[in-house]
């Protein structure tokens, strides 16, 4: 027999050297990880300890961490068969994160947490439990259910949190306790149905789950604590919140008009009234004749748009340093051009005797849909995967910085 029919049924596992134990996962536990090295090891420990006599699986997926994190992780592989590294090389985010490392198993229960050990495991296998006596889509470990919590938060966090959550309650009508929780179990079907429509951005992939599915998920839900990090630190920041806006908006208008494309037409508007108000300025109060006022205000304009899109639209991709200034060189030329079709395109209109209006919105319409699609591939374009590890190295230094500081507190 060969050696894939052998493992198919089983027959010849123990010549293969795999124990009984690891034939096909009834549970993968997908844990995304971004400069995790010193929290893996302990947490394959504890997913051991608190699986035991289940067949499971873990599937960790990291973003090309700078500290060596899927290294240790395919080092741990080469002894435990259950443990597997999905490594994405450009990519960064949560949400994409998780996605994909469930798409990398094929067992019918999936939980995802995350890799830092403040996800309680010992919570795991009630979860598989009640998701299976009740028949329940998805299982969440909630800090609000009774009897669970935030553990040792701050009170500012605390708030954001509260505030994200009746947000939240916009786009997903389920009553869940704890919609942004990160840890949760979700059976295979559940997600399958659901998975096309995520938009997959950012960190909730729990609430993205609940706004695209199809049909309304049966859940059910069990407490937890929030644990105490206790090495390296979290990801969340500004940007974070941000994206988690983004995700709202996505969710609100189904997903009709992309976000991005959304936020750069409001920015193209405000740019129109930076425009107005500078040529006003410039004619009446500096008494500049009329071309030189309209070029110095479009110039204003253009780069008022340029660095609100750098700071809000493009967030994630935000050009720093000397990629500021050719990206700026970039939107103006890019630009430029869409001035030239927006003009063209509405005199056109014009001479064929439309409405004025028709035509200057028609002339505006082409010239925001060109700039939003040409900017988009040139101007912020998605980092190189060596750019992407240099930006984890960073957050590898602050890190370890931060390290230091625990150890110096510690002693
Ligand atoms: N692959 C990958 N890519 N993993 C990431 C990324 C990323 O871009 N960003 C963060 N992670 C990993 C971290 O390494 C960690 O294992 C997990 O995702 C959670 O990140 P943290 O930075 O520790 O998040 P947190 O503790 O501040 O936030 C937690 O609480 C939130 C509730 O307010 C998370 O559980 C969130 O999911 C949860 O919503
Ligand atoms: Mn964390």
Redesign the pocket.
């Known amino acids: 027999m060969d050696p894939v029919s052998s493992l198919l049924t089983g027959i010849h596992s123990q010549e293969l050297g795999i124990s009984p134990r690891q034939g096909p996962a009834e549970l993968a536990v997908v844990i ?5 090295r010193e929290n893996v090891a302990l947490l394959v420990e504890r997913l051991n300890a608190a699986l035991e006599g289940l067949l499971w699986e873990a599937v960790f ?3 090309d961490s700078a500290d060596g994190t899927a290294e240790l992780v395919r080092e741990i592989a080469c002894r435990q068969g259950n443990i597997r590294c999905l490594q994405r090389l450009g990519r ?3 949400s994409s ?1 998780c996605i994909e490392g469930i798409l990398a198993s094929a067992a019918p229960f999936i939980a995802v947490m ?3 050990l ?1 996800h309680d495991e010992t919570r795991l296998p009630e979860m598989l439990r009640l998701a299976k006596e009740k028949g329940l889509d998805v299982v969440v470990a909630s800090r609000h259910a009774e009897g669970g919590s935030l553990g040792d938060w701050q009170k500012g966090r605390a708030r954001i ?1 509260d505030l994200a959550t009746r947000l939240g309650r916009l786009v997903v009508k389920a009553s869940l306790s704890d919609p ?4 949760f179990l979700v059976r295979r079907q559940a997600f399958e149905k659901a998975m096309h429509r995520l938009s997959g951005q950012g ?2 992939i729990l609430l993205d789950l609940f706004a695209s599915s199809p049909q309304p998920l049966s859940f059910g839900e069990v407490p937890y604590r929030f644990g105490r ?1 206790l090495y390296g630190e ?3 920041d500004t940007l974070a919140v941000w994206e988690y806006l983004m995700l709202l908006l996505d969710k609100l208008t189904r997903g009709l008009v992309p976000v991005r494309f959304l936020l750069f037409g409001i920015i193209g508007g405000l740019g129109v009234l930076t425009n107005l108000a500078t040529l006003a300025l410039a004619l009446k109060g500096a008494g500049i004749a009329f071309p030189a006022a309209q070029a110095l205000a479009t110039l204003v304009a253009m780069t008022g748009n340029f660095l609100l899109n750098n700071l809000f639209t493009y967030r994630d991709r935000r050009l720093t340093g000397r990629r500021l200034l050719s990206g700026l060189l970039s939107f103006y030329a890019i630009c430029g051009l869409g001035a030239v079709a927006n003009v063209g395109v509405a005199s056109l209109l014009y001479g064929k005797d439309h409405s004025w209006w028709l035509a200057g919105l028609a002339g505006a319409a082409v010239g925001v849909v060109w700039n939003y699609a040409i900017t988009s591939v040139f101007t912020w374009r998605s980092p190189a995967p060596s750019a992407a590890r240099k930006e984890g190295a960073r957050q590898g230094d602050a890190a370890e910085a931060q390290r230091r500081v625990i150890d110096a507190e510690e002693a």
């Open positions: 995304p990880t971004l400069n995790e997926v990291d973003d960064r985010g949560l994160a995350d890799g830092d403040q949190s942004m929780s990160g840890f960190f909730k990090r979290s990801k969340l």
